[in-house]
């Protein structure tokens, strides 16, 4: 396969063309050398004039093409140490958002687990002995369209006010219950202190009887 059908480089093709270039012209002198020193018998003066002439013009066009070859191939060095920098720069760039999504996937799925647990979870409110949520819709009909993460909240919601008011009618039966039982202690005392009073009377009774009981019989003793 030929050079040029492995690079691509428009750069590194000039090389290669200043290269080949070059090399023709190498040739070529090699050539007019040869036949310089091939030709039979001793040349003219005017020939070896002709002959210097011209192979001082080819090696200056030489020259000239060595120069461009060397000129060529250093800012080809030079594009080939950029584009290695590049390369580094852009394989770390490449390396760096490689971490950058490995870690994005491991944080993901930590939020996968997170989520989870979550929707796993034994929420406390699960155990509320609310009311179904048909009849909760029944009573705010307003709540028909919500999310259900804004239909549990209302009906929590709905739960606790339910619950306060349930709350403070329980504190004002006891504080009734207290009332009702201090009178009733009250009530008991008085009718204890009552009865107290009632059977000293009736003792005192007994001994009138007995007294007047006493008396008659003496009279009747008497008569």
């Not at 989520?115 to 034994?122: F, L, P, S």
């Not at 709905?158 to 009733?184: G, H, I, P, W, Y």
């Amino acid at each position: 396969m030929a050079n040029e059908e492995l690079i691509t480089d428009p750069l590194l093709l000039s090389v290669l063309d200043s290269a080949a270039q070059a090399r023709r012209q190498s040739l070529a002198i090699l050539d007019l050398i040869e036949r310089y020193h091939g030709r039979e018998g001793t040349p003219t003066e005017e020939s070896t004039l002709n002959d210097q002439l011209t192979l001082s013009k080819q090696q200056k066009i030489l020259n000239a093409r060595l120069a461009r070859l060397r000129g060529l191939n250093r800012k080809a060095i030079l594009d080939v140490r950029a584009t290695k920098q590049e390369t580094a720069e852009a394989r770390q760039e490449i390396d760096s958002l490689h971490l950058q999504l490995q870690n994005l996937y491991y944080e993901q799925r930590h939020l996968r687990g997170e989520i989870a647990a979550c929707e796993d979870y034994d929420h406390r409110y699960k155990q509320l002995p609310m009311i179904p949520t048909e009849e909760f819709l029944e009573r705010h009909p307003d709540f028909s369209e919500s999310s259900e993460h804004d239909l549990t909240t209302a009906r929590i919601q709905d739960e606790q006010v339910e619950r306060q008011k349930l709350e403070e009618e329980r504190q004002r039966l006891l504080k009734l219950k207290e009332a009702l039982t201090k009178e009733t202690t009250a009530k008991k005392d008085e009718l204890g202190r009552l009865d107290a009073e009632i059977e000293k009377w009736l003792g005192g009774q007994e001994s009138v009887r007995k007294l007047f009981e006493a008396r008659e019989k003496k009279l009747a003793a008497q008569t």
